[in-house]
């Protein structure tokens, strides 16, 4: 069966630090595969989104950059945190058919 | 571009009792529609999708109706429990360049009182 990995779960980071999320998904092969940010409230805000091996497409201009070294790992970086990047980051993926799997998602909180 | 409007954005209901949230879209082109079930602290899980071939689709105690020439589509569930507590979001996407990428709405938060 297939499933999303995704990690940390939580982060603590100072303002102006660097910052690695990533994200595997297994069981399934040449998936779709998305980074959400769900800021206070509830609204899911894509990020990037990925078709292939170094394929990026960006959403949101913005101070995060995301990767795609291998065909199910997916990393979402940011050089230098701002304060406003503080979030609920979410990973999915899809088989162009339809329908996420989300991951657990990562609080992260720059302070 | 698609745009999803959601409804109620609090929805509070008694254990037993029914719930109904409602979402429309804009985009006739839209042709999946999922919905999505958020616990606290966690992803979404999708629970239940209808796609515009269909009316109507039922799962035990949920069931999404679509109404294309209105361009609107309900999740409907039935005996609610306190388990069922949670923020609700739709979507709406059409398939394009090999990915679905979903618009969702902003989201229902569901309060089933025991």
């Known amino acids: 069966s297939q499933t999303i990995h995704q990690w940390p779960a939580t982060l603590v980071q100072p303002v102006g630090s660097p910052l690695s999320l990533e994200c595997t998904v297994e069981?399934?092969?040449?998936?779709?595969l998305y980074w959400y940010r769900q800021a206070a409230g509830r609204g899911l805000q894509l990020l990037f989104y990925?078709?292939?091996?170094?394929?990026i497409s960006s959403e949101v201009p913005q101070n995060l950059s995301a990767s795609r070294p291998q065909d199910r790992q997916f990393i979402l970086s940011s050089k230098k945190l701002l304060l406003s990047d503080s979030g609920f980051y979410l990973c999915?993926?899809?088989?162009?058919?339809?329908?996420?799997?989300f991951g657990s998602g990562t609080r992260l909180t720059v302070v | 571009g698609e745009n999803v409007e959601q409804h109620p954005s609090t929805l509070s209901v008694q254990e037993g009792d029914s719930a109904v949230i409602k979402c429309t879209y804009s985009?006739?082109?839209?042709?999946?529609f999922p919905w999505y079930k958020q616990e606290l602290g966690k992803g979404p899980q999708l629970i239940i999708d209808?796609?515009?071939?269909?009316g109507e689709k039922k799962d035990q105690r949920i069931a999404v109706t679509l109404n294309k020439t209105a361009k609107h589509f309900s999740l409907h569930i039935t005996e609610t429990q306190p388990e069922d507590s949670a923020v609700y979001f739709c979507?709406?996407?059409?398939?394009?360049?090999?990915?679905?990428?979903?618009?969702f709405g902003r989201g229902t938060s569901l309060i089933v009182h025991p």
């Open positions: 069981g399934t092969s040449n998936p779709n």
């Open positions: 990925s078709v292939g091996i170094g394929q």
């Open positions: 999915a993926w899809e088989r162009g058919v339809g329908g996420y799997t």
């Open positions: 985009d006739s082109a839209s042709n999946y």
């Open positions: 979507a709406a996407s059409k398939g394009s360049g090999g990915s679905y990428i979903p618009t």
């Open positions: 209808i796609r515009s071939n269909v």
